[in-house]
């Protein structure tokens, strides 16, 4: 257990609908990120958080996607009229060592 | 661009079999490059870090070693719990970030 917990750990939702996920990194690490990973494949830097500035966008990230880091604490990612191309692990990290559980998004 | 190819895809030891991983990569600076093990649905754990060309780091059965254009991660008589997918990932300088670039991984299986 690195400390970092993602909630919910599984989601099955339909295409069309929105779903979000938080992340709850250890709380002195201030860089955050959010990745996606699909089977087979490595995980793919989708943003980053400095406290609560986010800092970095991946072209990954269309406009459906949005994060945000209210007073640099916890994170949340919403996926907003999810596509079944969206079915992955969405995986936060606290800095390079500590990687959350992830979360696997499934639509149907 | 900067990127990470890991071979081979998947490999199957005998228990006590020893072993090498690689994994290649293509970055415009190094910052640092890192192995991870990752258990099927779960996040990856983190190994180890290496910083510089010669550079060598060691746990338990586990020792990374890093020149200017691969990475090793050597296994030293495996057991059985060694079994995972084993990641590499680089991180390059520049930027505003200091996000990971991954390769696809190295699928271990380690037979009693």
């Known amino acids: 257990d690195t400390g970092v917990s993602q909630n919910p750990r599984h989601k099955i939702t339909k295409r069309g609908q929105n779903v979000t996920f938080r992340c709850d990194p250890i709380s002195e690490h201030n860089r955050l990120y959010w990745y996606r990973q699909t089977l087979g494949q490595g995980p793919e830097f989708l943003t980053y958080?400095?406290?609560?500035?986010?800092?970095?966008k991946s072209r990954l990230l269309s406009d459906r996607f949005s994060a945000e880091r209210p007073k640099g604490s916890f994170s949340t990612l919403e996926i907003q009229r999810t596509e079944q191309g969206d079915s992955a692990m969405y995986l936060c990290a606290n800095n390079e060592q500590f990687f959350g559980p992830g979360t696997r998004l499934t639509v149907l | 661009e900067d990127q990470v190819t890991q071979s081979p895809e998947a490999l199957r030891l005998q228990e006590g079999e020893s072993s090498s991983l690689n994994c290649s990569y293509t970055v415009s600076g190094l910052r640092g490059l890192f192995w991870y093990r990752q258990d099927p649905g779960k996040g990856p754990e983190f190994l180890f870090t290496l910083y510089s060309a010669g550079e060598e780091k060691e746990k338990e059965r586990l020792k990374a070693t890093l020149t200017k254009k691969e990475s090793f991660l050597h296994i030293t008589a495996p057991k059985p719990e060694d079994s995972a997918t084993y990641l590499c990932?680089?991180?390059?300088?520049?930027?505003?970030?200091?996000?990971?670039?991954f390769g696809t991984g190295t699928l271990l299986a380690v037979q009693p």
């Open positions: 990932a680089v991180q390059a300088f520049g930027g505003a970030t200091n996000k990971l670039i």
């Open positions: 958080f400095q406290n609560e500035a986010q800092l970095e």
